[in-house]
């Protein structure tokens, strides 16, 4: 079985693959897809694939620097994703934008 290049909380599947979430944003650890790059994507709970995603683009972005588009990308609101962000990566600031689109 090949291996996933990426993972998400299943609660995210159903948005990406109906193109609702159309980022993510990440720690250093995942700084360093570019855009062009092809990943399988897998569920973090199971590791269990999912789709395929093709990165577009990439860019950095803190915590106080989300803003409503990024917020809209991730189908969610702008607190909210400061919240998921805040518990995902706790006392951090710098993140990277990964902008994709599923295939």
């Known amino acids: 079985m090949q291996p996933n290049d990426i993972t998400f909380f299943t609660r995210f599947q159903e948005d990406i693959l109906a193109g609702r979430k159309t980022i993510t944003i990440r720690d250093e650890s995942e700084s360093h897809f570019k855009a062009g790059d092809i990943l399988r994507v897998g ?3 199971d590791d269990g694939f999912f789709c395929a995603i ?3 683009g990439t860019s ?3 915590l106080d ?4 588009k990024h917020a809209e990308q991730e189908n969610m609101t702008l607190q909210e994703l400061k919240a998921v962000i805040s518990d995902i990566y706790p006392g951090q600031q710098q993140f990277y934008v990964i902008d994709f689109k599923c295939l």
């Open 43 to 45: 569920r973090y709970e």
């Open 54 to 56: 093709e990165v577009v």
């Open 60 to 62: 950095t972005v803190t």
């Open 65 to 68: 620097t989300l803003n409503e």
